[in-house]
């Protein structure tokens, strides 16, 4: 088991994993807190085509998930009022993206392995030139949302008396949102764009079951998450089955047994 | 590309298309009405786990996709209105079903092939037996869909009015699921799980956009249904390109294209009109 430890592409995992979990559940809560599940979801999907077009034209998939994670967050930030309660249309977006996806990977070579790693994550397989972009990434937005916490909140909470105040909630939607897609392309790395919401609800979910404070809130997500990725990562490595089966059956499993409890209290 | 149809693969696969794409346009019909696009995508991810799942204990995949979807359709039937609103619940739960879908995926082949085949359709490998499986079960559903058709177009409209009138509302919600998870079990074949929308939901989306007339609605559906994916299955063939892709992309483009056709030629008639998805 501690020897698994010393080889390079655990490290590289566990340390990666390790910056998605933090930035995915800073994120992830105000995510929860504004009802943007639906976004993180189509986001994700919209990613699938942008990775698979990457993978096509030979760049690193990372840098085709970002560029079409980011348009894909303005989008949303810019018609999403309008598009949020209309399902069809959302459904009918997410299938284009999808089937663009599927076209560009088979233009490639190999295109089934590809695919597969895109949808179901590649955290075991990643290199150290995406642990260092996913390390950088992870900071900036760490830092961003630092920096915008205290407005993002009071924003989330009440926007009109944010407003009233002189936050600038538009502006702040649309950082959200492009936070929202940086760690939604850092997130498929891990777990992959159809398992996405194990990283980015699972473990805020769970967390905010169990408190009302938003800073403590936030704390446990990230070592709930720290723990899903982790020992997924670990099991995955000792019985060769798949790192995104344990963390989702880590990230449902553990939110189950939290509304376990608190039937029982 | 014409020889090509002599095969009797391509034969077997066009049959099954055909059946399949009537019988996902008639049934997409009360899903655009009922609002139950969600549950549609719901029960094709769980699809998933019934298809990968189905390898490891030595079924056929389309009967393993059948066990799933059904049972899962039975659950979402008796719970209804309850799932409003819950969509982290369910985002999770779906998560965990993919998740164990990888899980059967890893144990019983090295192959991910197999994983995108399921993902996104192979109807172009489609097997007799799938054939058969899906001609019986595509006139059970529309010979069932027959017998409910009035009461559930009435419970579909207008639910407390028909249930005030005596509808079994209820049971026809639970019934209506089934014939769903049948449904989405055999568009799995063709277009698979994540692309089931092309199929069931896009067509009648849009003849619902089109005509408020049920009849009309159902009629123009079924040929937009056969449209897509006969094209999308020859176009598949003449470029080796997964046909799936130009289902899905015919799909999508020509409902994008007529909404915003609508928008723009006539703005006070479209604005009046209730999208179909709005509940949700």
Request: glycine fraction near 10%; charged fraction near 10%; proline fraction near 2%.
């Amino acid at each position: 088991m501690w020897a698994l430890l010393h080889y390079s592409f655990i490290q590289n995992a566990l340390l990666s994993s390790a910056f998605v979990a933090i930035v995915a559940a800073f994120a992830g809560y105000f995510l929860l807190i504004r009802r943007l599940t639906f976004a993180g979801h189509a986001i994700s999907h919209i990613g699938f085509a942008g990775a698979a077009g990457a993978v096509w034209l030979g760049f690193d998939p990372v840098f085709g998930l970002l560029l079409f994670t980011i348009l894909g967050g303005i989008g949303i930030g810019i018609w999403g009022n309008v598009l949020r309660e209309r399902d069809v249309t959302i459904g009918i977006f997410l299938t284009l993206a999808l089937s663009l996806g599927i076209l560009f990977l088979f233009l490639y070579q190999g295109y089934a392995e590809q695919a597969y790693s895109i949808l179901f994550g590649t955290i075991l397989g990643i290199n150290t030139q995406d642990v260092f972009i996913t390390a950088l990434l992870s900071i900036i937005v760490c830092g961003l949302l630092l920096v915008l916490f205290r407005p993002l909140l009071f924003a989330s909470f009440d926007a009109d008396v944010a407003e009233a105040r002189g936050v600038p909630v538009r502006f702040l939607s649309i950082m959200l949102l492009l936070i929202i897609a940086v760690t939604v392309s850092l997130s498929v790395q891990v777990v992959g764009v159809l398992l996405i919401f194990t990283l980015l609800v699972g473990p805020v979910a769970g967390a905010m079951r169990l408190t009302q404070n938003p800073v403590v809130t936030i704390l446990i997500a990230m070592v709930l998450g720290i723990f899903y990725s982790w020992t997924g990562i670990l099991f995955a490595a000792l019985t060769n089955l798949p790192v995104s089966f344990f963390i989702a059956t880590l990230s449902f499993g553990v939110y189950l047994l939290i509304r376990m409890r608190e039937l029982l209290i | 590309m014409i020889a090509l149809l002599h095969h009797q693969f391509i034969q077997y696969a066009f049959l099954a298309g055909t059946i399949i794409a009537i019988m996902c346009a008639i049934v997409g019909y009360f899903v655009v009405l009922r609002s139950q696009a969600f549950a549609a995508e719901s029960l094709s991810c769980v699809g998933f786990t019934g298809a990968t799942g189905a390898a490891v204990i030595g079924i056929s995949s389309l009967a393993g996709t059948f066990l799933f979807t059904l049972f899962v359709a039975v659950v979402m039937g008796l719970l209804g209105k309850k799932m409003k609103g819950r969509d982290i619940e369910i985002g999770l739960v779906l998560a965990f079903a993919l998740g164990l879908g990888v899980l059967f995926l890893k144990l019983y082949t090295r192959n991910a092939a197999e994983a995108v085949g399921i993902l996104f359709g192979s109807i172009l490998s489609v097997t007799t037996y799938d054939v058969y499986v899906s001609a019986i079960t595509g006139i059970a559903v529309l010979i069932t869909l027959g017998i409910l058709f009035r009461p559930l177009l009435f419970a579909s409209f207008d639910a407390d009015v028909a249930e005030a009138r005596g509808v079994p509302v209820t049971f026809l919600g639970v019934a209506f699921m089934i014939l769903l998870g049948i449904t989405i079990a055999e568009a799995i074949l063709v277009v698979g799980v994540l692309l089931v929308f092309a199929l069931i939901v896009a067509p009648a989306a849009i003849s619902q956009h089109l005509t408020n007339r049920p009849t009309t609605s159902i009629v123009l559906s079924v040929i937009l249904g056969l449209l897509f994916t006969w094209g999308g299955m020859l176009l598949g063939l003449a470029f080796h390109v997964p046909v799936s892709f130009f289902i899905a992309a015919f799909a999508s483009v020509t409902y994008l294209v007529t909404v915003s056709v609508l928008h723009y030629i006539k703005p006070h008639i479209y604005h009046s009109f209730e999208h179909p998805g709005k509940e949700l």
